[in-house]
Each structure stands twice: as C-alpha cells, then as structure tokens.
Nanobody, 121 residues
C-alpha cells in the first residue's frame, strides 16, 4: 500500500507565497519522477512541474520563474514553492509520483488527494 499526502494549501493574496509538500509512504522500493498537477473548476488537470530522481526539472510555461519544485529523496517528499501567486493559480493541486512498490512487477503512477490553493484579495 502506497499513499501520497499533500499539505500546505490555503488562501493567499495575489503576490503572496505558499509552499506545498507531498510525502509518500508505504511499501516503497523506489520513487522515480515526482510532480505537481493542478485542476481549476471547469478545466482539465494540467501539469505544473515535475522532477526526476536526479533533480532534473520541468515546468509549465505559466509558472516558470515563479514556482520551484524540489525533492528530498531520503524523506520521499516533493515540494512546490509558489511565489508571486496570481488568481489564475487558484486550483486543487495534486501530487504525483511514479513508484516501484514492494511486491509489484513495475512502476505505477500514484496520486495524492489534492490540496486547495486559492489566490484572492
């Protein structure tokens, strides 16, 4: 059993900052890529940022220069530092990880339950 648990969402004013965390736990052999996705009301889920085990990162154009993804492999945790937040960043943010779990034959996608980020004055 593998779980991803996010934390750190909330309400923030435009221009403010938030830091999201996502911790993976359970019968984990190894974690490959980790990332953050978001879904705004009435819109499809979209990629925000991803990071490989080695630290290579990829960002959506809309967040480049404002958001920073990082990870702590020893803690099985991925972070998303969000600065200069805009109202259009309002969404439910979901953590994703590609994990090889003990007792399985390959790697699988796992998702967290999501954390709400609201940017409003």
């Amino acid at each position: 059993q593998v779980q991803l648990v996010e934390s750190g969402g909330g309400l923030v004013q435009p221009g403010g900052s938030l830091r999201l965390s996502c911790a993976a736990s359970g019968s984990i052999f190894s974690i490959n890529a980790m990332g953050w996705y978001r879904q705004a009301p009435g819109k499809q889920r979209e990629l925000v940022a991803t990071i490989t085990r080695g630290g290579n990162t990829n960002y959506a154009y809309s967040v480049k220069g404002r958001f920073t993804i990082s990870r702590d492999n020893a803690k099985n945790t991925v972070y998303l530092q969000m600065n200069s937040l805009k109202p259009e960043d309002t969404a439910v943010y979901h953590c994703n990880a590609v994990i090889i779990a003990y007792g399985t034959s390959g790697s699988y996608d796992y998702w967290g339950q999501g954390t709400q980020v609201t940017v409003s004055s």
